[in-house]
């Protein structure tokens, strides 16, 4: 649905001249990840292909590349001193935020563009939307609001909201190439890719891809046995629980 | 050796882990308990969230609480009616306690519930157990004999019925509030009860000595099974994976602590529960007045799309 309306959205777009073109690639489109998975590292390759309308004083590209993992309600709480002991008192939901987040660039964001290109265009975390519930409105608040901040900075303590200006590397004045490092724990889904171009500060066009993060095994049958039928994984844990109590009573039987 | 723990979200060492079941295990067996309220705790210092946690050791418990339960049986210490009977009252309790749970849960309050009532739970009983052993040991030094038992109120209910096995003539309702009581605290705190079962039995209910453990094993073993099935329909909050490792290293450890308890005096262990049970509640206790290294906490409501 949403690659449809992409793709409507670029069809729309396709009547304008574009001077520049972007060809991307990400090193593997398809991440499994097995029980022993301890993070590994995807690379993205792309070259920006030029025409005859482009520019002939444009040399010089900036690229900023946003990785947007799978969608997520999260809430955030905070603990204030109630009597005496610290306790979960104000809270605010976070609606449909990315449970992965990365931002690269080829240097420091403040230096690519504007600050209101930058803010359009949601470029750094600090002006990545993170849409929060406040009582009845859908909004998002200014970047160093408590609880925006304590939840961007909770994420990239567990490595799944990153942002690196100088991760993006251009081997020759067109082609680039940026890692972009997927932890341990990553959430499992489909993961968005937007590489975006810039020359002398002004947006002038992106590209998307995807990947996709799944995990194979033992373990991920479980946990989607626990979660699609609750009741037949309630009842081998407890059958489990039985046979290992049997056991023991059999093995270490004093006759 | 690491394994990831598919519920609990987390790679863990799998000795660590079983060493840890041992260790409880070896406790649990020693003072003839399902040593939920130790491995609960433990489950939570390693990194594992207190609903998972919880929801996992129910599971555990009644896995130790089912070998001991086969072990008694045997010995005919075991008494059916009372069993029961409690049972009535420990199923109904298990069910108000997970549907609590799944509340506190939505509400964001349940890992303060489950600390509070630790801290509140624990030392209460931690601190009657050791000042009783206390006085029954300063007794058995003076050579005095130990106070002879009375009926008390409770003896004065209506709805009596006799309990062969026990041989005790005693009203059902209270053995039904105590099933609903501890099946309600073992669903919400993770813990199997019986080392307050077993005292209550004894000084409320009178009943002997005899059938008391074996038929409060019979009590954990259905509401513990119970409960691990309410969690892993309700909330999902079930590891398996880590149960089952927990289960391995309970059982054998409380073979080991159930002879080393053997050689040990009765008001000395009692002495030694109550100071363990007493230690795990002031930990709690220290953990919620001191300021968090972290005021904010992020939970995830489920992936979409």
């Known amino acids: 649905m949403r690659a449809l309306a992409a793709a409507l959205f670029f069809l729309l777009l396709g009547g304008s001249a574009r001077a520049e073109r972007l060809i991307v690639s990400v090193s593997n489109h398809r991440v499994t990840v097995t029980p022993n998975y301890s993070g590994e590292e995807l ?42 002991i610290w306790i979960n008192t104000d809270y605010r939901q976070f609606l449909q935020v990315p449970s992965y987040l990365a931002l690269f660039a080829n240097r420091p964001f403040d230096r690519i563009t504007s600050p209101e290109i930058a803010r359009r265009q949601q470029i750094g975390l600090n002006n990545v939307l993170l849409t929060q519930r406040v009582g009845g409105d859908y909004a998002d608040v200014v970047p160093n609001d408590a609880f925006r901040s304590a939840f961007i900075r909770l994420r990239t303590q567990r490595g799944l909201y990153r942002e690196d200006a100088s991760a993006v590397t251009f081997l020759t004045p ?4 940026t890692g972009i490092p997927l932890p341990a724990e990553v959430p499992i889904g489909t993961y968005e890719v937007e590489i975006k171009l810039f020359a002398n500060g002004a947006f002038i ?12 095994g ?38 | 050796m690491q394994l990831y723990l598919p519920i609990a979200d987390l790679p863990v060492n799998v000795f660590l882990v079983l060493a840890m079941g041992a260790a409880v295990g070896f406790v649990s067996g020693m003072f003839g308990i399902g040593g939920g309220f130790l491995m609960t705790p433990l489950l939570i210092f390693i990194g594992i969230t207190p609903a998972v946690a919880v929801a996992s050791v129910a599971s555990h418990i009644a896995a130790s609480s089912f070998s001991g339960a086969l072990t008694y049986w045997r010995r005919r210490a075991i008494d059916p009616a009372l069993a029961s009977v409690l049972l009535c009252g420990g199923v109904t309790g298990t069910a108000l306690g997970v549907w609590t749970f799944t509340q506190l849960r939505a509400l ?29 040991l300063m007794r058995t030094r003076r050579g005095a004999v130990p106070p002879r038992r009375t009926h008390n109120w409770i003896h004065g209910l209506p709805l009596k019925m006799r309990f062969k096995r026990s041989k005790i003539y005693l009203s059902v309702i209270p053995v039904v509030i105590i099933g609903i009581v501890i099946g309600f605290i073992g669903a919400v705190m993770g813990i199997g009860g019986g080392f307050i079962l077993v005292p209550i039995m004894i000084y409320i209910l009178r009943v002997p000595t005899s059938t008391v453990v074996g038929t409060s094993m019979v009590l954990t073993l259905v509401t513990m099974l119970f409960a691990t099935m309410l969690h892993a329909v309700t909330n999902h909050l079930v590891d398996a994976v880590l ?6 290293g309970g059982v054998t450890g409380a ?21 363990l049970i007493l230690s795990v509640g002031v930990r709690f206790a220290v953990e919620l007045v001191i300021r968090p290294e972290d005021l904010f906490t992020i939970r995830e409501l489920g992936v979409s799309g």
């Open chain 1, 43 to 84: 690379v993205l390759f792309g070259s920006v292909e030029k025409d005859a309308a482009t520019p002939a004083d444009r040399t010089a590209y900036d690229l900023v590349v946003t990785v947007m993992g799978p969608r997520a309600d999260m809430v955030t709480r905070r603990k204030e001193r109630t009597f005496g």
């Open chain 1, 174 to 177: 067109t082609l680039f190439r």
């Open chain 1, 205 to 216: 066009g992106k590209t998307e891809t995807a990947f996709e993060i799944v995990k194979v």
């Open chain 1, 218 to 255: 033992f373990e991920q049958f479980v946990a989607n046995t626990a979660r699609q039928n609750g009741l037949v994984y309630g009842l081998v844990t407890a059958a489990m629980a039985l046979m290992t109590g049997w056991m023991a009573s059999i093995v270490f039987r004093k006759d």
């Open chain 2, 108 to 136: 964001g309050q349940l890992d303060l519930m489950i600390a509070l009532s630790y801290v509140v739970l624990l030392t209460t009983v931690g601190s009657l157990m050791f000042s009783e052993g206390l006085r029954a």
């Open chain 2, 243 to 248: 149960a089952l490792i927990l289960m391995v």
């Open chain 2, 255 to 275: 073979q080991f602590g159930a002879r080393a308890g053997q050689k040990i005096r009765g008001e000395q262990l009692r002495l030694l529960l109550g100071l």
